[in-house]
């Protein structure tokens, strides 16, 4: 006897595929604003684990971009933190705890709400820029170093003064407007009224310096708006907040086969699922958005995606407890190698754990990807030995890990790299979406929203109220999400240590 495969047939009205934080913001931003259904898929069992789940938590407001020759990524940085502003802070305003502050009569800029609890963490960034007496000139040797060092701080003052120093007010007619283009080139003046001094600052810098048996040199240290983000909180607000509006996730789901009508203009017609247990689907919708980040491969030739794919490797550490209570970032003449410390606290089991991450910004070729090697953690290492001496450093529980970073990029798109990517086809059914940055999410998300408006029509609502959670949908979100990869590393350490004392 021949078997009869029963298939469930459902169709909603947007079907967004992948639950990292692009698929997440675009279904809450949508379900906020329109009356549509929604459903989100996910293969892994939780949402948020991969990329948005192991990144650094670094909430990017342009500073490790002011001293890029084109000012594309800092200006995208700076228009999400708007979008962050406008689009949710009052709405989410118990959690989204960046507002505008009065810094001087009517001159208002972002700031986070100090001692406030939320998304973002108070503790701001420190970026601190190298002069030509650093130890890495000495070093280098080379005449360009130094040119160059001296171009990239006149950037990196210029633009962040002119974006959140005394140059632009950022209320104008009762909207949070951020600076453009014009605004952050434009800025001549080396005067930066962010520039900060600090002990805990200059004790690192003296031990660096130290380190390679130099005097200490000069630096410029510039206090950031940018600060270490509340991943984990900010997905699990955001599915709660999209339950309430009853969009649905359905995760353990594996896509076999896209149904497509390449006729005329691409319209996927069908997506053939199996559901946790197996079982089979079939989803039919008006609109399907794509958000796998790595997992795009799959779907590319389907989906006549023009942007070419780039993925790289990056290895992050984590040091529990904590190596200093101060966020910073040190800049170099050589993009890839930013030297950063992030501190970050989490609650396992009732106990709190104060970690810090440790990373410099780099990433492996793209053509290494799928090598079996691990990325080179040593130049972090080695930084980190410099900052807070050896006997310190190896004194935590020190633990590596490594995550891919994909975007799309495009020939002349070159300049916008680490920024987020949307395309989609007018007369087509789909879009596809790569954010770049968590940072992004409110752009991305407000991004496809009208870019959903443009491909299917449909009434527009606006939310009045305020975010008040039920403590039941709380609870399914919390389940829904995974933690965050450093969380579970030190749960398993504690796990590990307690063993131990037994
Ligand atoms: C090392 C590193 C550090 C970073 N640090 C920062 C930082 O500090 N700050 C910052 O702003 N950004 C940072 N980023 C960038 C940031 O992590 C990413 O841009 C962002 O998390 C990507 O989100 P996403 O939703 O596109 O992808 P993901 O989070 O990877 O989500 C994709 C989802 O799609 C699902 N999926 C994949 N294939 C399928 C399929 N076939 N069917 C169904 N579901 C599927 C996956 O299970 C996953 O849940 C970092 C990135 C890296 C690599």
Redesign the pocket.
């Given at each position: 006897m021949t078997k009869i495969e029963v298939s469930q047939i459902e169709y909603v009205d947007v079907i967004v595929?992948?639950?990292?934080?692009?698929?997440?913001s675009i279904a809450e931003f949508l379900a906020r604003h329109s009356r549509l259904s929604i459903k989100v898929?996910?293969?892994?069992p939780q949402?948020?684990?991969?990329?948005?789940?192991?990144?650094?938590?670094?909430?990017?407001t342009g500073a490790l971009y002011s001293g890029h020759d084109d000012a594309q990524t800092f200006i995208n940085c700076v228009n999400s933190l708007e979008d962050l502003i406008n689009l949710y802070s009052s709405y989410f305003s118990e959690e989204c705890n960046i507002a505008l502050t009065e810094t001087k009569p009517n001159f208002f800029t972002p700031a986070v709400i100090p001692n406030s609890k939320g998304w973002f963490n108070d503790r701001p960034v420190y970026l601190i820029h190298p002069q030509k007496n650093s130890p890495e000139i000495g070093l280098s040797g080379l005449k360009s170093d130094s040119v160059y060092l001296e171009i990239q701080r006149n950037r990196v003052l210029g633009r962040l003064e002119t974006a959140y120093g005394q140059q632009h007010n950022w209320l104008q007619n009762g909207n949070c407007v951020a600076p453009i283009y014009a605004q952050v080139e434009g800025y001549e003046g080396l005067d930066c009224s962010l520039c900060y001094s600090m002990e805990s600052i200059d004790d690192l810098c003296c031990r660096f310096d130290n380190s390679y048996s130099l005097e200490n040199s000069s630096y410029e240290v510039i206090k950031t708006l940018d600060c270490s983000?509340n991943?984990t909180g900010i997905m699990r607000t955001l599915v709660t907040s999209a339950l309430e509006r009853g969009v649905t996730f359905e995760t353990g789901?594996?896509?076999d086969k896209l149904l497509i009508d390449s006729y005329g203009k691409i319209q996927i017609k069908s997506l053939l699922?199996r559901t946790q247990n197996g079982f089979p689907k079939r989803l039919k919708a008006r609109l399907f958005v794509f958000?796998?980040?790595?997992?795009?491969e799959?779907?590319l030739s389907d989906l006549q995606v023009l942007a070419k794919l780039k993925r790289?490797?990056?290895?992050?550490v984590v040091a529990q407890p904590a190596l200093t209570d101060t966020n910073f970032v040190r800049m170099s003449t050589k993009r890839k190698f930013h030297f950063n410390h992030?501190l970050h606290n989490c609650e396992v089991g009732g106990e709190k754990f104060v970690y810090s991450i440790l990373?410099d910004s780099s990433?492996t070729n793209d053509d290494l990807v799928n090598q079996e090697y691990e990325v080179d953690i040593e130049p972090i290492l080695d930084s980190a030995e410099r900052y807070f001496g050896k006997d310190k450093l190896y004194s935590r529980n020190l633990f590596s890990y490594?995550?891919?970073?994909?975007e799309f990029i495009s020939q002349e798109e070159q300049k916008r790299r680490y920024s987020y990517w949307i395309e989609s086809n007018p007369n087509s059914n789909y879009l596809c979406?790569?954010?770049?940055?968590?940072?992004?999410f409110p752009t991305v998300a407000f991004q496809c929203y009208r870019r959903i408006k443009s491909l299917i029509n449909f009434e527009e609502y606006v939310e009045k109220t305020t975010f008040v959670p039920d403590v039941k949908v709380i609870e399914e979100a919390n389940k829904l999400i995974a933690d965050s990869y450093p969380m579970k590393i030190i749960r398993n350490c504690s796990a590990i240590n307690n063993n131990l004392n037994f």
């Open positions: 595929i992948g639950g990292g934080i692009a698929g997440i898929l996910d293969s892994a949402l948020g684990t991969f990329a948005s789940g192991k990144l650094e938590g670094w909430f990017h983000m991943t789901v594996t896509i699922c958000a796998v980040g790595k997992g795009f799959p779907f790289s490797r990056s290895a992050m992030f990373a990433y490594e995550c891919v970073k994909t979406v790569l954010p770049g940055k968590f940072s992004f």
